[in-house]
Structure formats: C-alpha cells, structure tokens
C-alpha cells in the first residue's frame, strides 16, 4: 500500500488490485469485494463508481455525473470526494499513477 | 440433549427471512505439513480418500454463484496440497466468485503462484505462527516453516497479488505483536489479521498453553489500536480479541446459518468451521442434497437458527440478535450444551467460573503442546 491519499478533483481514482467492484447477478446489486469485506452499495455510490476507471479524474466523474442527473457540478463534486475519501481510507480505492 | 430428537417442526432459513449465504469457506483438504496446537480443524481430521474431487468441487462452485455468494475462501488444512487448486481456481474465477487462498504457504513456489495469479486468483492470505523464526517453527511444527513464508511472501508480491499476513496471537507469541505489524509493512501486505486463538476443538485442548493474561491483553489492544491510527490507508489491521475477556461474546459467524457456509473435505456442509465440535449435529452433504436445499433445510442449520431455541438469560436478553447468543461451539466446549449461553458472556451464569479458571492457567508456566496430528488421542474429554 501506499500512503495516505488525500482525494481531490485532479486525482484519478482506481479501485487496487485485489479490490472487485462487481454486479452480482443472482442477488441483482453491486458490491465491492476484497478479502474478508463486503460492501452494499446505495445507487448514488453505484453511479460514482461505475465511472472509475483508472482514466477519469475525480473532476470528470463529478461533470458526467452532473450532466446526467441534471444537478449543480460543485455539490456533486463534493459528494463524490466525500465518498472515494471514505472508501479510499478503508483501502477500497487508490490513485492512478 | 433431549432437544435433539424431535427436530421436524425447525423453522427454515426462509422462514426466518435469511437470504442466501454470502461467502463459501471451502475446506479443501485436512492435509497439511504443519500442526498448529490451536488449528481450527476438527479433531477427527478427514484423510485424502474421503475429499471431495475436482468435478463435484466445480459444481459445488456452480452452485454457490447460483444461489448468490459472492467470496470463496480456499483454506484446509492446506488448500495447496490439492493438485486441482489450478482447475479450482479457474472455475472460481470463469464464474465471477472473489477467489481467496488461505494458506500457510510452505508448499508453494513461485512458478505456481504465478500460474494462480494468471488464472485469477485475487487474494492471498499467509498464515504465521511468529515473527521470531524459532518460536515460529516450534508453534507450527514444521522446521524451515517461518523462512520459507517469509520467501513465499515476496513471490506473492512480486506476481502483484494482494497479501494479506494471517497472525494467530497468544500469549507465547503477543509479545511481538509490534513485529507482527511492521513485517507486514515489511512484507509490502496489504492487511494484517491479528486473531487470538479461538478454544475448540485443538485450541481448548492447549488452552493453557495459549491463553493469555488480561494485562498481556490489554497491552495488545492498546498497540493495535494505535498502529491503526498511524497506519491508517497504509495497512488495514483487523483484530479479533479473545471473547474471554470481552464483555459480551463475538457475533460468531454473524448468527448460525445467517451469512457462511463451511463446507468440509469431504463435503459435509457445517454453519462454521468448528461445528462438528458439537456431537449430536448430522450434517448434509453435497453428495446427497444440492447446495441451496441444505441452506434451506439442514437441521444443522435450523437448530440454532434465529431466537426460538434460546434459552435464558439470552432468551430475555435485548442482545439476542446482536450477538446471537454467541458461539455455539464455545458453549458445547465449556458447558457442555451447545444452547446454553456462550460463556464468553458476562452474564452467563458460568462466565466468572469458567473465566476465573482460564486467567488462572494464563498465570501459571504454560505446558507442553499438544500437535495437530492425524490419529491422536485424548485421555480426557475436557
Ligand atoms: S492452523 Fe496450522 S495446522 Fe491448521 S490448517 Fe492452518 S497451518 Fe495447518
Ligand atoms: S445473554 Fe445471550 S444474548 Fe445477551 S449478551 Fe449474553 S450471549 Fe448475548
């Protein structure tokens, strides 16, 4: 691991290797899997992570994310830090590079 | 156990509104080169000729994404004795399951790991018994054993899989705790995994030998909890106190029959890895009942499903489905009935008995070990 990432709107969040954000088709939801830790997602998470990419800037995502639901860009960018920050504390994201 | 007879009026794992399991730990094999005096393997350990083979593993698989699983955990004994691992590790991975090797690492070498990783293995979790390498060796009872984890470690890194170091903690080994974490560091892992030793089956056996002092404890949650300030986003730490010395008993398992499932060599389908410490349990099988219909129906399941079977103090407690009642196996190991309380509770009316004993083992110079080992036997029950 690498050190403590402080997200901000230039960073290009990736989830780490061992880290699955996957659609499980049985249960119809999307989940974040590493060893021993399972994560429920609510939708708005979904929609944030299903534009990480490993290409995107946290900045992209919060524009893409802003066309489509039609909302103010800033709110939606300090959500979508708000949230990689917390998932990047427990170790499910990290930067690209 | 007069409970035990008249069991056809058990409500299902629907009726208690349970959903499917979330994660599979698969025992792939009892076989193994170490003999960890705490290992959690039934103390009848199954021999090579009753596993399970590739085939029904592979549907066993089919299975578990069907119903909706999301983990498999590859553990043993030790999983890569079994030299369909590969094939297992393909199907896992071909069927979308997170594919997680437990093991204590001493028979791997780097050409298969790479094969592993290539195939989709995601994760890797490495057992040690210390991080001195002498103590380590006498604890797992394999000579060479500290060494060559320490050189599996780094292959695991170096074909870019994600390590996690699995520590088992007691009081022969708790003193190095702060060395179990920084060769973590060390070893570039990506969480640590501190459990004390667990007491059932080989554990409670050399109880005395592991438990440790409550200041021995204290001290060790105090580094835990401060590692994990300063390591925060460097090292995920997980920590598993002995419930001894807790308040109130773990959430075993998250509840009987609620989350995981344990499947057994020889594919014996148990509501934890420990269950078959409790004597009047009959398990099903994956050669006789599919999966999803042993989630549903098995009595092993049902009987300690949910609150019914409860009884006081749990029975009238506000707890009762926080902690289920705690550990059903702890409460078959020290009291003798596997419904009765988990005595790890404080108010169990036998936790100041059974707890007052076991600090005062802690006290005394710990005695020999009694070894993993294929056909030993007990003179005494417990
Ligand atoms: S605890 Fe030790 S003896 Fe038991 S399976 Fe693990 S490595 Fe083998
Ligand atoms: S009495 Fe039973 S339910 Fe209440 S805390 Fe103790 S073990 Fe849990």
Same mark, same amino acid.
């Given at each position: 691991?690498? /050190?403590?990432?402080? &997200?901000? +709107?230039?960073?290009?969040?990736?989830?780490?290797?061992?880290?699955?954000?996957?659609?499980?088709?049985?249960?119809?939801?999307?989940? &974040?899997?590493?060893?021993?830790?399972?994560?429920?997602?609510?939708?708005?998470?979904?929609? &944030?992570?299903?534009?990480?990419?490993?290409?995107?800037?946290?900045?992209? &995502?919060?524009? +893409?994310?802003?066309?489509?639901?039609?909302?103010?860009?800033?709110?939606?960018?300090?959500?979508?830090?708000?949230?990689?920050? /917390?998932?990047? /504390?427990?170790?499910?994201?990290?930067?690209?590079? | $156990?007069?409970?035990?007879?008249?069991?056809?009026?058990?409500?299902?794992?629907?009726?208690?509104?349970?959903?499917?399991?979330?994660?599979?730990?698969?025992?792939?094999?009892?076989?193994?080169?170490?003999?960890?005096?705490?290992?959690?393997?039934?103390?009848?350990?199954?021999?090579?000729?009753?596993?399970?083979?590739?085939? =029904?593993?592979?549907?066993?698989?089919?299975?578990?994404?069907?119903?909706?699983?999301?983990?498999?955990?590859?553990?043993?004994?030790?999983?890569?004795?079994?030299?369909?691992?590969?094939?297992?590790?393909?199907?896992?991975? @071909?069927?979308?399951?997170?594919? @997680?090797?437990?093991?204590?690492?001493?028979?791997?070498?780097?050409?298969?790991?790479?094969k592993l990783e290539k195939l989709g293995l995601e994760h890797v979790q490495l057992s040690f018994q210390d991080t001195d390498n002498d103590n380590a060796d006498r604890i797992g009872g394999f000579k060479g054993g500290h060494a060559k984890k320490l050189e599996v470690a780094?292959?695991?890194?170096?074909?870019?899989?994600?390590?996690?170091? !699995?520590?088992?903690?007691?009081?022969?080994?708790?003193? @190095?705790? =702060?060395?179990?974490?920084? $060769?973590?560091?060390?070893?570039?892992?990506?969480?640590?995994?501190?459990?004390?030793?667990?007491?059932?089956g080989w554990a409670l056996k050399n109880r005395a030998a592991f438990i440790p002092t409550p200041e021995q404890l204290d001290h060790a949650t105090e580094i835990v909890e401060k590692a994990r300030i300063d390591l925060k986003g460097k090292l995920v730490i997980d920590y598993?106190?002995?419930?001894?010395?807790?308040?109130?008993?773990?959430?075993?398992?998250?509840?009987?029959?609620?989350?995981?499932? !344990?499947? !057994?060599?020889?594919?014996?389908?148990?509501?934890?890895?420990?269950?078959?410490?409790?004597?009047?349990?009959?398990?099903? @099988?994956?050669?006789?009942?599919?999966?999803?219909?042993?989630?549903?129906?098995?009595?092993?399941?049902?009987?300690?499903?949910?609150?019914?079977?409860?009884?006081?103090?749990?029975?009238?407690?506000?707890?009762?489905e926080i902690d289920w009642g705690g550990c059903r196996c702890q409460a078959m190991a020290l009291t003798g009935d596997a419904k009765n309380t988990d005595p790890a509770c404080s108010i169990s009316p036998l936790h100041s008995e059974i707890f007052s004993m076991a600090a005062?083992?802690?006290?005394?110079?710990?005695?020999?070990?009694?070894?993993?080992?294929?056909?030993?036997?007990? !003179?005494?029950?417990?």
């Open positions: 691991m690498t /050190d403590i990432l402080k &997200i901000n +709107e230039n960073i290009i969040p990736k989830f780490p290797k061992h880290v699955r954000f996957r659609f499980n088709k049985a249960r119809k939801e999307w989940v &974040i899997l590493a060893p021993e830790r399972l994560v429920k997602l609510d939708p708005i998470a979904v929609e &944030i992570l299903q534009l990480v990419n490993g290409e995107r800037a946290v900045r992209t &995502i919060a524009n +893409e994310l802003s066309k489509k639901f039609n909302a103010p860009e800033d709110t939606i960018l300090a959500d979508v830090k708000e949230m990689l920050q /917390d998932l990047s /504390d427990k170790g499910f994201i990290e930067e690209n590079g | $156990m007069d409970d035990v007879k008249k069991q056809t009026n058990l409500k299902k794992a629907s009726e208690h509104g349970i959903q499917a399991p979330l994660a599979l730990l698969a025992e792939l094999s009892h076989r193994c080169p170490l003999q960890c005096p705490y290992c959690s393997n039934p103390v009848q350990l199954e021999k090579k000729t009753g596993e399970l083979t590739t085939d =029904e593993w592979k549907s066993v698989i089919d299975q578990a994404v069907e119903m909706g699983m999301h983990q498999i955990h590859l553990s043993g004994g030790e999983p890569t004795v079994r030299h369909d691992l590969e094939d297992i590790v393909e199907h896992c991975t @071909n069927k979308g399951l997170y594919t @997680n090797l437990i093991t204590s690492g001493v028979l791997l070498n780097p050409d298969r790991l790479k780094k292959w695991v890194r170096e074909v870019e899989l994600p390590l996690t170091c !699995n520590c088992v903690v007691h009081r022969q080994n708790i003193d @190095n705790l =702060e060395n179990f974490i920084q $060769m973590a560091l060390d070893l570039d892992a990506e969480r640590v995994e501190i459990a004390q030793v667990q007491y059932y598993v106190i002995p419930d001894y010395y807790a308040k109130h008993p773990k959430n075993c398992m998250g509840g009987w029959g609620r989350r995981f499932l !344990n499947m !057994n060599p020889k594919g014996d389908v148990l509501p934890c890895h420990a269950a078959e410490t409790i004597p009047h349990l009959k398990f099903d @099988n994956v050669r006789e009942h599919s999966l999803k219909w042993i989630w549903e129906n098995s009595e092993a399941f049902n009987i300690y499903r949910g609150t019914d079977w409860m009884p006081e103090p749990c029975k009238s407690c506000d707890r009762k005062e083992e802690a006290r005394r110079a710990p005695p020999e070990f009694i070894y993993r080992r294929y056909g030993v036997r007990f !003179n005494s029950p417990i």
